[in-house]
């Protein structure tokens, strides 16, 4: 009968989803460090599942690029470079601006106040100086801009490269570097979205992601 098997497949599938958002947390917030190699025994233990589903997550990370693997040798974390710092806040600027532009064209007043409830969150975490959390608060500000937007592809292109800059900005947390620009950018990219200026929301919203990593991530890689 086909429905053991199915339900077999279901459970396996939902082995690696857990395995998955798991080491993907961990390899985001800096618990794995950059270049360490993955046990997949540890991990399968630690799950207490098989190293199929093991596999599978892995595999999944290595699509993510948050992880890559060599034939014979293992998977390891994958490093954070200059190069790949680059290339990733250059592509989230990029869609970034699309983004802003589109929710200056569908924003409405409750969708306004509710994106200054998240930059006020921002605001007071850097001002009790809950610098760990600051990553997260910031990826909701910019993840409301995209719900406003309304486009499920552009906000599926940003929310993959939103996990990688988590890993590069988790690194100005020990660093304790200063984040006041950032709040008023917020403000000001509310403020363009709000008046419908689509040009300025572009820009700002661009330059708010790049100045970030030029200025206080990539000289700490």
Same mark, same amino acid.
């Given at each position: 009968?086909?429905?053991?098997? +199915?339900?077999?497949a279901i459970l396996v599938?939902?082995?690696?989803?857990?395995? $998955?958002?798991?080491?993907?947390?961990?390899?985001? +917030?800096?618990?794995?460090?950059?270049?360490?190699?993955?046990?997949?025994?540890?991990?399968?233990?630690?799950?207490?599942?098989?190293?199929?589903?093991?596999?599978?997550?892995? %595999?999944?990370?290595?699509? %993510? +690029? =948050?992880?890559?693997?060599?034939?014979?040798?293992?998977?390891?974390?994958?490093?954070?470079?200059?190069?790949?710092?680059?290339?990733?806040?250059e592509a989230l600027a @990029? #869609?970034? @601006?699309?983004?802003?532009?589109?929710?200056?064209?569908?924003?409405?007043?409750?969708?306004?106040?509710? =994106?200054?409830?998240?930059?006020?969150?921002?605001?007071? @975490? $850097?001002?009790?100086?809950?610098?760990?959390?600051?990553?997260? $608060?910031?990826?909701?500000?910019?993840? $409301?801009?995209?719900?406003?937007?309304?486009?499920?592809?552009?906000?599926?292109?940003?929310?993959?490269?939103?996990?990688?800059?988590?890993?590069f900005e988790y690194l100005?947390?020990?660093?304790?570097?200063?984040?006041?620009?950032?709040?008023?950018?917020?403000? @000001?990219? #509310?403020?363009?979205?709000?008046?419908?200026?689509?040009?300025?929301?572009?820009?700002?919203?661009?330059?708010?992601?790049?100045?970030?990593?030029?200025?206080?991530?990539?000289? =700490?890689?």
């Amino acid at each position: 009968m086909p429905i053991p098997n +199915k339900k077999e497949a279901i459970l396996v599938l939902s082995a690696k989803e857990k395995i $998955y958002k798991e080491l993907s947390s961990w390899i985001v +917030k800096g618990t794995m460090k950059p270049e360490e190699k993955i046990n997949e025994a540890e991990i399968a233990a630690y799950f207490s599942v098989s190293r199929t589903p093991v596999r599978e997550a892995l %595999q999944q990370l290595a699509e %993510q +690029k =948050l992880v890559y693997i060599i034939p014979s040798r293992g998977s390891f974390v994958t490093p954070l470079t200059k190069e790949s710092g680059d290339e990733i806040y250059e592509a989230l600027a @990029a #869609i970034s @601006a699309d983004i802003a532009c589109l929710a200056c064209r569908k924003r409405t007043d409750k969708q306004l106040d509710e =994106l200054r409830d998240k930059a006020r969150s921002f605001e007071q @975490a $850097y001002e009790n100086q809950q610098y760990s959390v600051l990553p997260e $608060y910031d990826d909701a500000f910019h993840s $409301y801009i995209s719900e406003i937007a309304g486009n499920e592809y552009l906000s599926s292109y940003s929310s993959s490269l939103q996990m990688h800059t988590h890993r590069f900005e988790y690194l100005l947390i020990t660093s304790k570097q200063n984040r006041s620009t950032s709040i008023t950018e917020h403000t @000001a990219i #509310i403020d363009a979205i709000d008046r419908q200026d689509e040009t300025l929301a572009r820009q700002l919203s661009s330059d708010n992601w790049l100045r970030t990593y030029q200025e206080y991530i990539r000289v =700490l890689l």
